[in-house]
């Protein structure tokens, strides 16, 4: 990679390398073999100063698509004493279907070591060989702590005397360029959402998450009027929470986290099925917000931010969580496959219209509403999304017309699964639902959503990617 010192602008790290990646194919069993597709993955950064405490994005850009999901990964070089305790990274990193780009995330970690001129060097690396491939990324932490210290990009150690990732006669880096005058009225940094609430909580629960900085989460659960708080240790946490009355039988309680990066969920269980939500950010729940549409047949149970609607007939279970209210866009379904149906309000009392389906040209209809409570209940059975063999394909669900508080149900195969239909400028199209890294869990994943898939049981749930 090349830089100017004379122009005081940091080096680009956009140079492309090609990278042979295992593409899981989504509707593969559990046991099939990765296909193996080429792919050309680079940086969309260029290197960059941070914070302690702060966080950013970080682009990676894909060229060569396949239809399948492309999985890459990294490797960390540190310089000037970071340690793997100065940050933490995002979990899974992935390239989704007809992507052109992902974006994860670093967070630094702000402590009270007074530790100026660390780097962190990243590549992104094959799975397959783990060999690095193009050129690094290179992040240079501005220490908070003590005096401060101008270090300048080439006086950081790597070892040989030469700056992070030259070649002893390589150019030095650059000095970083100097910080502009504040704005009068700046726009608020972006922090990391702290508190993570589950919207409904009763009986066992399993939470999946992880760390923000990759040490612990703080639990704190209330059950039967009584509090109690806890320090969960690890990077990716997968832990049990029990809310029972003295004969077993579930309560509902609350449950909130804090120190969890994005993209965690729960479930709890049922009689014979689960239910799976997102762990959704506190300030999402701060507003006016809306519960889930009520309608009969259907027993829902409420809890301070959730409903937990249970299909009398079918028996199938879904966690509906409080929803902002007044948000802009129409509902979607966060994922979508095979067939399913749809419950909700029509705004005018009449209708909605509804464009789904898992073709290139969307299927549309208008759907009645019941003409005394103005609610829309429909089954949905898109002949494209569903093929003679039973197999499914993965599609999208739009509404419009309709008020908030919709939810819809996914079946074909196994027990039906439940979820929210959510506002466009809800969703969060960069976020990543933690992976449990179980062998029996397929992981589905869309922009708006994943959808869970228990191998062995046919339990399935859809963890939708909510704003945090």
């Given amino acids: 990679m090349s830089s100017s010192s004379g122009s005081g602008r940091l080096a680009s790290a956009r140079a492309v390398g090609r990278l042979l990646v295992a593409a899981l194919a989504l509707g593969a ?9 080429d792919v050309e993955v680079s940086w969309g950064e260029s290197d960059f100063s941070i914070r302690e405490g702060y966080s950013r994005g970080l682009t990676v850009l894909a060229e060569g698509q396949s239809e399948n999901q492309a999985w890459f990964w990294n490797v960390v070089t540190h310089h000037g004493g970071a340690t793997e305790d100065d940050y933490a990274f995002s979990g899974v990193w992935v390239i989704n279907p007809g992507a052109r780009q992902q974006v994860v995330y670093v967070r630094t970690i702000d402590d009270d070591l007074d530790d100026d001129c660390e780097v962190v060097e990243v590549r992104l690396t094959s799975p397959l060989t783990g060999n690095p491939v193009g050129d690094p990324l290179r992040i240079r932490i501005i220490d908070n702590d003590g005096v401060a210290v101008d270090c300048g990009w080439g006086d950081v150690d790597s070892g040989g005397g030469a700056p992070p990732g030259g070649g002893g006669g390589g150019p030095s880096l650059p000095e970083p360029e100097s910080e502009p005058e504040p704005d009068p009225d700046p726009d608020p940094p972006t922090v990391p959402c702290e508190r993570h609430i589950a919207p409904y909580w009763h009986g066992e629960a399993v939470l999946v998450l992880r760390s923000a900085n990759a040490r612990s989460v703080e639990v704190e659960a209330t059950c039967g009027g009584e509090t109690a708080s806890h320090t969960e240790f690890g990077e990716l946490i997968i832990r049990e929470a029990h809310c029972m009355d003295a004969d077993g039988a579930p309560r509902v309680g609350s449950l909130t986290v804090t120190g969890a990066e994005p993209g965690g969920w729960y479930y709890v269980r049922g009689d014979r099925n689960v239910a799976v939500a997102p762990l959704m950010c506190a300030s999402l729940l701060e507003g006016e917000t809306v519960e889930a549409t009520a309608i ?3 027993t829902a149970t409420r809890s301070a931010h959730g409903t937990l609607v249970r299909h009398d007939t079918a028996g199938f279970i879904g966690i ?20 399913g149906g749809l419950v909700g309000r029509a705004a005018n009392g009449e209708y909605v219209d509804i464009s789904y389906g898992c073709g290139i040209v969307p299927l549309r209809q208008r759907l009645s509403a019941d003409p005394d409570t103005g609610i829309v209940s429909a ?7 569903k093929s003679e063999d039973g197999r499914l394909f993965p599609g999208g669900l739009s509404v419009s017309g309709m ?3 919709g939810w819809y149900w996914l079946s074909g195969t196994g027990i039906p699964a439940a979820a929210p239909l959510v506002r466009f400028s809800l969703l969060d199209e960069d976020l990543i639902a933690v992976d449990p890294l179980n062998e029996d869990v397929k992981v589905h994943r869309h922009r708006k959503g994943t959808l869970l898939e228990d191998t062995r049981t046919g339990l399935s749930g859809v963890v939708p990617h909510l704003d945090d």
């Fill in 379 to 385: 089954l949905l059975r898109p002949s494209n999304c």
């Fill in 296 to 298: 009969a047949g259907v």
């Fill in 320 to 339: 509906i969580p409080d929803l902002p209210a007044g948000r802009e866009g129409s509902l979607r379904a966060p994922f979508w496959r095979g067939w």
């Fill in 29 to 37: 069993s559990a046991g099939a073999a990765h296909a193996q597709v």
């Fill in 403 to 405: 008020e908030d508080g």
